[in-house]
């Protein structure tokens, strides 16, 4: 009797211990799924050329590389009228970059270009010199330098061809320098707004209560379901640098609605861990039919001087239908068991979109469903 004791004692201690690594292993940090209002990317573009391709840029129709290339050369002091220039070798082309918060002056960054004209391909080429402008049309960045497209394009003179990837976009990594910082004063602030990725309350309130319980302060409130305020304490204000990188590091169990999002174009379903089924009995079958044609050739009777030799088409039509048994769900299935009755029919994934809607028309099922 006592040692059957001992043992559930043993076998609670070993729960009660195992408990918070399982609450730690689904909890989230909080730099992972929110953001801090005024340390978002901005977005920066810019037009120019790409120089030095192997024949495969923009033809003669394209006027506007055209120009663009005159008015370059009339910059360096170079008159060429427009009709003699041929550019074969010269791409136009759009250069876009992310600009993080807090970039300063010689801050290199990543840049793509992409081709605006008929050019088949950017291979080999080199972007010139291309200033980057915000939203406020001031420049904040210059780009410049050779591109890589990860790939390649060749054709021979019948029109037949090989390509891998996408040769008329690519990437200068580091190509960009930034010149101008953004206007913003951070360590001003006296209160922090925090963004949650995927709004809700739940999450909201878990979130103020975590940073709180890690401070060891009252200063967090959930706003509503995507904005939690945070207040900045008397010793932390001027300088949020370590305040930030404490409220990085707090770790929440995001909630989230029950939702099944399906993709019919491939067959995907996504069923989330709180997808609930109320009692209902799904049944699946599949009907098959297979038609098959032949051709018979007809012929008279030997030496009969009556008839033709006629061909005749024969059809044989089979129609089969999978047997699909009755299962039985009962009310509250939890995901596994959603899962393994649906595999008891013997659904495919492409079955479980059809079986799925009928359900939730039935109003059997406690989830958002979603097709993309």
Known sequence: ??????????????????????????????????????????????????????????????????????????????HVPPDQVKVKNVAAVMVTANFPAFARPGTKLDVTVSSLGDATSLQGGTLLLTPLRGVDTQVYAVAQGPITIGGFSASGASGSGVQKNHPTAGRIPEGAIVERELPGRFNDQNNLVINLYHPDFTTAIRTAAAINQGLQQELATAVDAATVKVAVPEGARGNLVELMARLEQVEITPDAKAKVILEERTGTVVMGENVRISTVAVAHGNLSIQIKETENVSQPAPFSNRGHTVVTPESDVQATEGAGGLVLVQQGASLGDVVRALNAVGATPRDLISILQAVKAAGALQADLEVI
Request: hydrophobic share 50%; proline share 1%; aromatic share 6%.
């Open 1 to 78: 009797m006592r040692q059957a004791i001992v043992a559930k004692i043993l076998i609670l201690m070993v729960v009660f211990l195992a408990w918070p690594l399982d609450e730690k292993a689904a909890a989230t940090r909080l730099k992972d799924m929110a953001s801090v209002y005024g340390t978002r990317d901005n977005q920066i573009i810019g037009y120019s050329l790409v120089v030095g391709l192997n024949g495969s840029g923009d033809g003669n129709n394209t006027k506007f590389t055209v120009q663009t290339l005159v008015n370059m050369l009339e910059r360096l002091g170079i």
